[in-house]
């Protein structure tokens, strides 16, 4: 991967933030090249001080499913303040998976330019492991058209034995009467 892609994949998670999320996006987690900045709290976030961004993200997930099997959930009647509070839920896991997703998008940047023979040969992997699945693919392909050529050539055999029958039921009949062995007598 590029740098310029890597930047360019950065710019299109802060349109989809922006689009998503009018006003400022949020600012981006400082740090000095490889620290874990994933494991602080970003500046204006609501986090608590022991509090990462994985275990807001964990908790977040959990939050989801918590509120859709919550008793007050199960037992409530509107239907309205379930909608809201399930997506309530649900929109704050989308919004940490985001900052998530733009920490890990920022860390490839980062690599992208402090190695970039790391992001080549992890590119070199890929397509190496794009091309065997590919090849095991072509291998399945011509296993399934060697059975239906098969098949076919079966079929053709088939219908290439009547004609060596000669014409006529009476003729039909004494040809495969032949075949037939005659019955041992009994005493």
């Known amino acids: 991967m590029t740098d310029g ?3 360019d994949a950065l710019a299109a998670v802060q349109c989809f933030h922006r689009d998503q999320h009018p006003g400022p996006p949020p600012p981006p987690p400082q740090g000095l090249p490889g620290q874990a900045s994933l494991l602080q709290a970003a500046p204006g976030a609501s986090r608590s001080s ?31 303040e379930i909608r809201t509070g399930v997506d309530q839920c649900i929109q704050k896991f989308l919004d940490i998976a985001r900052q998530t997703e733009c920490f890990f998008l920022q860390k490839r940047l980062q690599l992208s330019v402090q190695k970039p023979e790391q992001v080549i040969k992890e590119d070199v992997s890929e397509l190496r492991n794009e091309l065997q699945r590919k090849d095991a693919l072509v291998q ?15 079929i053709n055999v088939q219908h290439k034995k009547p004609a060596d029958i000669p014409q006529g039921s009476l003729a039909y009949l004494e040809q495969a009467s032949a075949n037939i062995p005659a019955p041992l007598k009994q005493t």
Do not use: I, P
Request: charged share 25%; net charge negative.
């Open 5 to 7: 892609t890597c930047r």
């Open 50 to 80: 022991n509090s990462t961004l994985v275990d807001e993200l964990e908790s977040s997930f959990e939050a989801c499913f918590a509120s859709l099997v919550s008793q007050d959930y199960v037992s409530g009647t509107d239907q309205e």
């Open 140 to 154: 399945k392909h011509l296993t399934k058209l060697r059975h239906w050529q098969q098949v076919l050539e079966d």
